[in-house]
């Protein structure tokens, strides 16, 4: 399924449907069944991701000669998740390759739940500090929604808190779950047509699913969520013309369930016999028109998302105290 990028490589039916161009409809307007049989379209975010990191260095170079200090972006890890541990030492990671500053902000597992609270209260309260990112998931004993009270909605650059949910859901400005926003981003910047066509999302999870259907909904799409309680799940992503899954379910989607020519995201990562795979079974690469890989698809794009955020929110802290603004034309992301 490699070496497809190219869309003038693909047959004319697969093309057709990765950009949004009308293929001759099959029953109940999904994509026509028997469409002829090739290789999707990979939509690989590593590239899309080192453009935007590329723009975010530049802009965090302009912060930090306006104000005299790079933008800071606070992680708190409470515990030691493997994946969660190893995620956020990503986000630092890439924070450093852009001129961002990182801090860890590191709590065991039994601490007590106020202390967390609290570490997020300062860091709201820190001017230096432009943006927060709580590692999630937290440990049982601690309540997301008491250290929610203390995040300051200003720096809530994964979009967790409930003004942040409120406002996407109201198609307002405001911080959207950086994931969710990288499986819509990824479509986009990869020129596929959203408006009018029919999308269907796995999964309604507050950071995924939920908010990659509001944002499939604000770019006039026909918007299906499914869920655990979906009651025939390969019924309702047969008919989608785009088709995110974020299940965690590995192979949930097997490529019988995905319509010939349809646009498949695919933001699953689940470690099966030591290799991370995504929840739609590889082979529906062979009926998709255009798919998102497993690993380097929706990740990579992530993290840059996410840097776009914090840019943001720095400019606008700075802007709230009158302090001198770089421009921000470059990283303007479509809404
Ligand atoms: P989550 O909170 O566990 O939510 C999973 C959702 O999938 C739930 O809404 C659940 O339905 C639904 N689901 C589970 N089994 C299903 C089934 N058999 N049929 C239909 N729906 C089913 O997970 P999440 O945080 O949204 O993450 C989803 C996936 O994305 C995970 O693999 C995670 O590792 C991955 N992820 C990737 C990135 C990235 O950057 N690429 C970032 C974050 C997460 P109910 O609501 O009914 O339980």
Known sequence: MDGAADPSAMADGAAAGAAGMSAPPGPGGAPAPGAARTAARLLRGAPLAAAIRAEV????????????????LAVVRVGDDPATAVYLQRVLENCRQVGIEGRLVALDADVHPDRVADAVGRLSADERVAGILVGQPLPPTIALDAVLRRLDPAKDIDGIHPLSAGMLALGRDGFVPATAEAAVEILVRSG????????????????????????????????TICHSRTADLAAETRRAE??????????????????????????????????????????AAEVASAITPVP????????????????????????????????????????
């Open 57 to 72: 260095a530049r802009e965090a170079e302009a912060l930090c000669a306006a104000l005299g200090s790079p933008p800071a």
């Open 192 to 223: 596929i047509e959203l408006a009018g066509r029919r999308a269907v999302v796995v999964g309604r999870s507050n950071v995924v699913g939920k908010p990659a259907a509001l944002l499939l909904l604000r770019r006039h799409a026909t918007v």
């Open 242 to 283: 785009i088709l995110i899954v974020a299940a965690g379910r590995p192979g949930l989607v097997g490529a019988d369930m995905v319509a010939p020519g349809a646009v498949v995201v695919d933001v699953g990562i689940n470690v099966v016999d030591g290799r991370i795979v995504g929840d739609v079974d590889e082979r």
């Open 296 to 335: 380097g698809g929706v990740g990579p794009l992530t993290n840059a998302i996410l840097l776009t955020h914090l840019v943001r929110a720095a400019c606008a802290q700075a802007g709230s105290r009158g302090l001198p603004l770089p421009s921000r034309a470059a990283l303007e992301v479509p809404a």
